[in-house]
């Protein structure tokens, strides 16, 4: 358990479907990611935000909205997905965005599996 | 440009018998770099963190890795390999500030054999 939930576990959509992805940490970090891990491919990061607000966008399409309402909640809104967008959705964070400092940790949640029929 | 590059896609030993997962790096910037488990169904669970203080960098369950610098690498090394090891790891570059971008290598699968 590293204190970072993701909700669902499991989800399949239809591509003209809006669905969202949550997750919740409360461990107090400021610091919050997207990652998406497919089959075959190494993880790749979606968004950062921190303090709330975006601080980066890798390239990623629009039928992904990020929202951080809050520092303890994420969400990655879904909409009108193609097929190939079928992956594992990680959610992670930590106290800071560099994970290079000291003493500061990324925590990865559990993931979301996402199916796109 | 960044990259990170896992040298074996699988890796089997048998219990008891010493681990290495080779992974080798570019970067321009100093990088930190990690090394992450993910068992399956399961999220990712840091092992160990290198940032420029000693090169050889102990995490947990026994794992330890050296950065060396000349031959831009990083190696995760265990000397007894137990069942419960079984996964699949990653090696993880993080060169440029305030980002927080990681760069991960494709991963290797580490298979115990009993």
């Excluded at chain 1, 919740?24 to 190494?42: D, F, R, T, V």
């Excluded at chain 1, 790749?44 to 992904?64: G, T, W």
């Excluded at chain 2, 831009?72 to 440029?96: I, N, W």
Aim: glycine residues 6%; proline residues 5%; contains cysteine.
């Amino acid at each position: 358990e590293t204190g970072v939930t993701q909700t669902p576990r499991h989800l399949v959509m239809g591509m003209t479907n809006k669905k969202s992805l949550k997750c919740e940490q409360h461990l107090g970090h400021n610091a919050m990611y997207w990652y998406k891990q497919s089959a075959k491919k190494p993880l790749e990061l979606m968004f950062v935000y921190s303090l709330e607000e975006r601080v980066e966008n890798n390239s990623v399409p629009s039928r992904f909205s990020p929202e951080c309402p809050n520092s303890s909640h994420l969400f990655l809104h879904l909409h009108t997905l193609q097929p190939e967008d079928s992956a594992l959705y990680l959610c992670a964070s930590s106290h800071q965005v560099d994970p290079g400092a000291y003493g500061n940790t990324i925590y990865f949640g559990e993931g979301s599996w996402l199916t796109v029929v | 440009a960044q990259s990170v590059t896992q040298l074996d896609s699988h890796v089997s030993v048998s219990e008891g018998t010493p681990v290495l997962l080779r992974c080798n790096y570019s970067s321009s910037y100093s990088p930190s770099l990690f090394w992450y488990v993910q068992h399956p169904n399961k999220g990712l669970q840091l092992l160990l963190k290198y940032t420029s203080a000693a090169t050889l960098v102990k995490g947990i369950n026994g794992f330890e890795a050296e950065f060396k610098k000349s031959e831009t690498s990083f190696h995760l090394t265990k000397p007894s390999a137990h069942m419960s090891d079984a996964a699949e790891y990653f090696c993880v570059l993080y060169g440029s500030s305030n980002t927080g971008k990681l760069i991960f290598g494709q991963g290797t699968t580490l298979q115990v054999k009993p």
